[in-house]
Nanobody, 122 residues
Framework: QVQLVESGGGWVQAGGSLRLSCIAS????????MAWFRQAPGKERDFVAA????????YYADSVKGRFTISRDNAKNTVYLQMNSLKPEDTAVYYC???????????????WGQGTQVTVSS
C-alpha cells in the first residue's frame, strides 16, 4: 500500500521560509519521479515542482522559480520543498505526488498525499 505523508506546513509572514517534507512508503522510492502541487481555495490544483528519480533533473512552475527548491533523499524515502521569499499568493494546501518512471512531467501522477496547509500572511 502506497502512502505519502507530508509535513512542515504552517503559518509564516511574507518573506519568510518553510520547508515541506514528504515521506513515502510502500514504493521503491528511487524508481519514482516526485512532485509537489498546491491548491488554493476555489482554485484548481496546480503543479509546483518535480524531481527525477535520481535527483539529477528538476522542473518548476514559473511562479516559484528562484524561490522554491525541490530535493530528495532516496536513502530516507523523502522529498523536500524548500520555500523561500514566500508571498501571500503562495497560500494553499501543498500536496506530494509520485509517478513511476524517469521522465519529469507536470501530469499525470499515480499517488497523492493528504496535503499540508501553508498560510502566508502579508
Amino acid at each position: 500500500q502506497v502512502q505519502l505523508v507530508e509535513s512542515g506546513g504552517g503559518w509564516v509572514q511574507a518573506g519568510g521560509s518553510l520547508r515541506l517534507s514528504c515521506i513515502a512508503s510502500g514504493v521503491t522510492f528511487s524508481r519514482y519521479v516526485m512532485a509537489w502541487f498546491r491548491q488554493a481555495p476555489g482554485k484548481e490544483r496546480d503543479f509546483v515542482a518535480a524531481i527525477r528519480n535520481t535527483g539529477g533533473s528538476t522542473y518548476y512552475a514559473d511562479s516559484v522559480k528562484g524561490r522554491f527548491t525541490i530535493s530528495r533523499d532516496n536513502a530516507k524515502n523523502t522529498v523536500y520543498l524548500q520555500m523561500n521569499s514566500l508571498k501571500p499568493e503562495d497560500t494553499a494546501v501543498y500536496y506530494c505526488a509520485a509517478k513511476s518512471g524517469v521522465v519529469v512531467t507536470t501530469r499525470p501522477y499515480d499517488y497523492w498525499g493528504q496535503g499540508t496547509q501553508v498560510t502566508v500572511s502579508s
